[in-house]
């Protein structure tokens, strides 16, 4: 999630987990050093390989068997802080604060749908729970209120407070999850291409849990299309738009011609890991393939990242870019789906 979260999240479980003896304001130091330093992998950058950042964010850092180390790192930053302000804490009663903030972190990043590697180095799996999009205010801004009373009052009722917050939202996420969940089964199931489909995923899009994103694929299409969760009313279809995707790393570079072996080709394989296998040519510019999990709008296909192919050149790199134009106008239309208000007439699969 992002920074802002990741650190009042950490400093609420910092607090309330602290003993007696341990200044409070000392612990929720630590939860912040040990909420934001699993991001230190954002760091890790390779001149000759622009895949190197995208696979390793989230990867080792962000992983359970490596918190020790970011807790060690985070409770000897703390601890050199404090002592800048003359407050000697050695680093091993600043341990346990550090460690809850990383661990916060990792979770936190695990409810989102981008993949964690949690599980690292026992398994490759990106954990992706898909409960709540990577910016959600209604999590966040509590929390931040609750994490202000508890700092400046020391107060471990106001972490506990946020942390209940925390539980409430997720609860109210995994309701609206299954409302969407059911929502589409059923739709599935009257719609002719029900024995089609061989995989599909459900998202929350951008900043809420009211409207859901979905994915289907049915032979060679991806179809995407949203599901409006109001509160108190019938979850309704959103349809959308379809484009080619390809079954795999060893199809995608078929297409465009690229020998297996071959340097581009272990590219290829490396971004459909972490895609998911949701790949396939950027509607836009056919050399590009794009992650077609994420788009600005629920119910378009317009990937945000991409790699570009160069057929002509299979042992070089691709070329990794930044597909994202400026969302105003995307998040404006997201705000009215939200709302509820009339979209403009698209084809449902």
Same mark, same amino acid.
């Given at each position: 999630m992002d920074p802002l979260t990741h650190s009042v999240f950490g400093v609420a479980c910092a607090i309330a987990g602290t003993r007696q003896k341990l200044s409070r304001r000392a612990a929720a130091l630590a939860g912040l050093a040990g909420g934001l330093l699993p991001d230190a992998d /954002? &760091? =890790? %950058?390779s001149a000759s390989d622009p895949l190197f950042a995208l696979e390793y964010h989230r990867h080792f850092t962000h992983s359970i068997a490596f918190s020790p180390v970011i807790a060690l790192f985070g409770a000897v930053i703390a601890s050199l802080i404090l002592r800048l302000f003359k407050k000697e804490i050695p680093w091993r009663y600043l341990f346990l604060p550090a460690f809850l903030g990383g661990l916060s972190h990792l979770f936190c990043d695990a409810w989102t749908s981008y993949? +964690? %590697? =949690?599980?690292?180095?026992? @398994?490759? +799996? %990106?954990?992706? *729970?898909?409960w709540i999009s990577i910016i959600d205010p209604v999590l966040t801004i509590p *929390? /931040?209120?609750?994490?202000? &009373? @508890?700092v400046r009052y020391a107060s471990r009722k106001a972490a506990a407070t946020g942390l209940a917050w925390v539980a409430v939202y997720l609860a109210f996420c995994l309701v609206q999850r299954h409302r969407a969940a059911t929502a589409l089964e059923e739709w599935l199931a009257a719609s002719p291409i029900a024995g089609k489909v061989s995989r599909?995923? =459900?998202? #929350?899009?951008?900043?809420? /849990?009211i409207v859901w994103r979905v994915l289907l694929q049915t032979g060679g299409e991806c179809? /995407?299309?949203?599901? %409006?969760? #109001? *509160?108190f009313k019938t979850p309704i279809l959103l349809p959308g738009t379809s484009v080619p995707v390809f079954d795999s790393a060893e199809a995608a570079a078929l297409a465009y011609q690229i020998p297996a072996g071959s340097l581009q080709a272990s590219d290829i394989q490396r971004f459909h890991h972490f895609s998911d296998g949701w790949i396939g040519r950027h509607p836009a510019d056919s050399m590009v393939i794009g992650d077609l999990r994420y788009s600005h709008l629920p119910t378009e296909i317009l990937p945000l990242w991409g790699i570009r192919m160069n057929p002509s050149q299979p042992s070089a790199h691709v070329e990794m870019f930044n597909l994202a134009t400026d969302p105003t106008p995307s998040l404006a239309r997201l705000w009215q789906m939200v709302q509820g208000q009339p979209q403009p007439a698209a084809t449902a699969p």
């Open positions: /954002v &760091l =890790l %950058r993949g +964690t %590697r =949690l599980w690292w180095p026992f @398994a490759a +799996t %990106r954990v992706s *729970l898909d *929390l /931040v209120a609750c994490i202000a &009373l @508890a599909q995923e =459900l998202k #929350p899009s951008f900043g809420n /849990v179809h /995407v299309m949203a599901i %409006r969760c #109001p *509160l």
